[in-house]
């Protein structure tokens, strides 16, 4: 007889498509879909990728926007996810993102839609993607100095993001959260005065430490900014006290600042890995599942969907490749090696 999906899942009980959910060996369930639209970007920070750019995906690879819907639809509709964050590369330059982000909204009204962005062209977006269903936004900014800003991105647009902020916080696409990497030498001095910036303006700022997903693979550890270092910096300026609230599946530890309501984050993906309470899955913009943000193997599900797959093969395919996923990323294992996707081609 054959193995449903949900049994291949390691589940238990009614075998119908609305019970599938996207379960592991170790019996984590993702619910938490990014779906990269995207692997081009507009600016070119050194942790990423080379001055030059790189070979983008030629277009006849990338999923449509009937695609890309149609696999949200699945995943909301079919697997138990109930959170979408659409990534890149840089995902406002995709020309059909509003009208992806509205038709994912009536296809899961339920659903929390979020973007994460270098806001460049946000202060002209904001407000048409909250009408058409965003809740909020993740901005990546590492400096609030323009040199040091035009230094790690290598364009100098820091008036552009500082006015997609705002445009953000204006369309009531909040909380407005900050994603910001410390490099040694570069930025590392400046992480107490980047938390008051955004103190002062209302964003929840994020430190996340720098992760072995260059397109160069030029990352260190010993070069790479730790949490521990970043909690000293941040606690030399404020006073940090463990914020109450449990942090469930969230990447973040938060701290209150001063004794509240202000808060920061510290993502210690690599020193202090969370994988164990992992709940995200990953489409990249190509039409592959991946487990983990660090894996090394893939899942396709553009050729079968192209091939005329109903919606039920496409998500017993998916409750398939997730069935696998590793305990952890494994960075600290001898035999590590960096997925050869950079983060652009991945989604964050």
């Not at 959910?21 to 990423?48: H, I, Q």
């Not at 800003?149 to 647009?157: N, P």
């Not at 030498?185 to 430490?209: K, P, S, T």
């Not at 494994?330 to 090696?337: A, R, T």
């Amino acid at each position: 007889m054959a193995t449903s999906p949900t049994a291949q899942a390691g589940q238990t009980g009614p075998q119908d498509a609305s019970q599938l959910r996207l379960v592991d060996r170790f019996d984590r369930v993702a619910t938490d879909l990014r779906v990269s639209l995207t692997d081009r970007c507009n600016l070119r920070c050194t942790y990423c990728m080379p001055a030059e750019g790189l070979d983008w995906l030629p277009g006849e690879e990338v999923l449509t926007d009937d695609e890309v819907v149609r696999l949200i639809g699945v995943a909301t509709g079919m697997l138990g996810v109930d959170e979408v964050r659409f990534t890149g590369g840089e995902p406002l330059v995709r020309r059909g993102l509003t009208s992806i982000v509205e038709r994912t909204r009536a296809a899961a009204p339920g659903a929390e839609l979020s973007i994460t962005t270098n806001a460049l062209g946000l202060a002209r977006t904001a407000e048409t993607l909250a009408e058409a269903g965003l809740n909020r936004v993740n901005v990546s900014l590492d400096s609030i100095r323009p040199d040091t800003f035009a230094q790690i991105t290598r364009r100098d647009r820091l008036h552009d993001v500082v006015a997609g902020l705002e445009a953000a916080a204006a369309a009531g696409l909040g909380p407005v959260k900050i994603n910001a990497v410390l490099l040694r030498g570069v930025n590392d001095d400046q992480a107490a005065e980047l938390l008051g910036w955004c103190l002062e303006r209302g964003y929840e700022l994020r430190f996340i430490e720098q992760m072995p997903l260059d397109a160069q693979h030029g990352w260190s550890r010993d070069n790479m900014v730790t949490a521990d270092e970043t909690l000293e910096a941040l606690s030399a300026a404020f006073d940090l006290s463990p914020a109450e609230e449990p942090r469930g599946s969230a990447p973040a530890e938060l701290f209150h600042v001063d004794g509240g309501p202000g808060k920061v984050g510290i993502i210690a993906s690599v020193t202090r890995p969370f994988c164990g309470d992992c709940d995200r899955v990953r489409l990249t913009a190509d039409g592959q599942v991946r487990d983990c943000l660090f894996a090394r193997t893939e899942s396709d599900l553009r050729t079968p969907l192209r091939a005329g797959a109903p919606d039920a093969d496409l998500a017993a395919r998916w409750v398939k490749a997730m069935a696998g996923k590793r305990a952890g990323h494994g960075i600290d294992d001898l035999g590590f090696l960096q997925p050869d996707r950079p983060m652009s081609a991945i989604g964050g």
